[in-house]
């Protein structure tokens, strides 16, 4: 198994410092993980090269740099390309240049979810992203059928699932569910998650196409990331 990490960054220096120094804080230089880690970094034009330095100080290799600016889900297809023919890895984990670790990547958590078949896709954050505001209205609600195309109610988090349920074999409390594909931090498989970034175009087409995945979803209980910052990120698509 080989987890590829990608922070992608677009200006708001300030945030990434927090994103690189927290995450590095919890994690060091991931030597601790049970499977190969490699990290990465790419840059949707930022104004200055801050962003770059921050990652190179971190231990993150330069993987993809715009001049001009792409936007979020054209970043995520050209980052996912590029880091399967860089190393061929079975997972890939995007990270925004607006989410704080909060604690140490789970990682019996995530050996535990690689060799599931039936999973494909471990959210690492639960019901709220933004720390000191947990409430419902975090989220908008999605408007779509759920996983699978049954009628199931809404979680707090705004997204369509079926009832999420514990997972008692799970290495840390973990919950199991049928549920689209969320936004990240997560960690996917790297072949659902090229498909999913197949001719979609938008992240509210690819999360709707991935109602067509018969695999089902992980989430932690503990949020191993909070969201930081109020500004959306630049090149947003919904």
Not at 70 to 89: F, W, Y
């Amino acid at each position: 198994m080989k987890l590829a990490i990608i922070v992608l960054t677009c200006g708001r220096e300030d945030l990434s410092k927090r994103t690189f120094e927290s995450f590095v804080k919890f994690n060091g230089m991931c030597e601790f993980a049970p499977f190969e880690v490699k990290k990465y970094h790419a840059d949707d034009a930022s104004e200055t090269r801050q962003n770059e330095g921050l990652a190179r100080l971190h231990g993150f290799e330069p993987i993809a740099s715009t001049k001009t600016r792409t936007g979020i889900q054209g970043m995520h297809e050209l980052i996912i390309g590029r880091v399967t023919k860089r190393c061929q890895p079975t997972h890939i984990m995007i990270l925004e240049n607006d989410w704080e670790s909060a604690r140490p990547m789970p990682w019996r958590l995530i050996e535990y979810m690689m060799h599931k078949p039936d999973v494909y896709h471990l959210r690492l954050w639960h019901d709220y992203k933004h720390l000191g505001r947990a409430t419902a209205n975090d989220f908008k609600p999605w408007p779509h059928r759920g996983h699978r195309g049954r009628k199931d109610p809404r979680t707090v988090s705004g997204f369509v699932a079926t009832n999420w349920q514990d997972d008692l074999d799970a290495p840390e409390p973990a919950e199991i569910g049928d549920i689209h594909y969320g936004n990240p931090p997560n960690i996917c498989r790297a072949k659902e998650l090229r498909w999913l970034h197949e001719n979609t175009g938008s992240e509210k087409a690819m999360i709707q196409k991935s109602g067509q995945i018969t695999a089902r979803t992980l989430r932690v209980k503990k949020n191993v990331f909070w969201h930081i910052g109020d500004e959306r990120t630049p090149g947003f698509r919904r």
